[in-house]
T-cell receptor, first 111, second 115 residues
């Protein structure tokens, strides 16, 4: 599976947009990029996923570069409840499509 | 999103005893479920893939005889930690894969403390 690289931590002011980067330079043409987040002591929560086009849902937007080697998760108006660890994952496309979690980015939203 | 439940949410047991954790998919029938373990301040580590009606597939380094997985129905997978030791104390999380969308939905986790 494609390895992903994320900054270990980021801070963002409440109400501002939080932009979380992820590098996945070894991604192959038919592999998706998934984003999950984990709030302390809870199970991970699905946020969004994409292949090559930018995606938006009620939680966030996902911007994928044209070469697909990196992506950015955007939380448009961050709130204190968005404080969590955010994981960028490229699952294996064969077999069980396992999700392998890296260290993620610990995002802290400050009041 | 779909709901996956785990039971119990937390459990304390004595060394040498066995503990069973249940993972239920409430909104869809899941032929594939996954079990993860998470130690404090660390990321989730995939332990095994649970396949309905067949044996689980364990990740390298995970003892299959210690962590027994049973996926007897399309909505239930169980993880039994046998002969638990204090080092097995951890946060155990399951996920279920929707066979139609292939999305994975996670349970709320079970915190196991072995004394």
């Amino acid at each position: 599976d494609a390895k992903t690289t994320q900054p270990p931590s980021m801070d963002c002011a409440e109400g501002r947009a939080a932009n979380l980067p992820c590098n996945h330079s070894t991604i192959s043409g038919n592999e998706y990029v998934y984003w999950y987040r984990q709030i302390h002591s809870q199970g991970p929560q699905y946020i969004i996923h994409g292949l090559k086009n930018n995606e938006t849902n009620e939680m966030a937007s996902l911007i994928i570069t044209e070469d697909r080697k990196s992506s950015t998760l955007i939380l448009p108006h961050a709130t204190l409840r968005d404080t969590a660890v955010y994981y960028c994952i490229v699952p294996l496309i064969q077999g069980a499509q396992k999700l392998v979690f890296g260290q993620g980015t610990r995002l802290t939203i400050n009041p | 999103g779909a709901v996956v439940s785990q039971h119990p949410s937390w459990v304390i047991c004595k060394s040498g005893t066995s503990v069973k954790i249940e993972c239920r998919s409430l909104d869809f029938q899941a032929t594939t479920m996954f079990w993860y373990r998470q130690f404090p301040k660390q990321s989730l580590m995939l332990m095994a893939t649970s396949n309905e009606g067949s044996k689980a597939t364990y990740e390298q380094g995970v003892e299959k005889d210690k962590f027994l997985i049973n996926h007897a129905s399309l909505t239930l997978s169980t993880l039994t930690v046998t002969s638990a030791h204090p080092e097995d104390s951890s946060f155990y999380i399951c996920s279920a894969r929707d066979p139609h969308s292939y999305e994975q939905y996670f349970g709320p986790g079970t915190r196991l403390t072995v004394t």
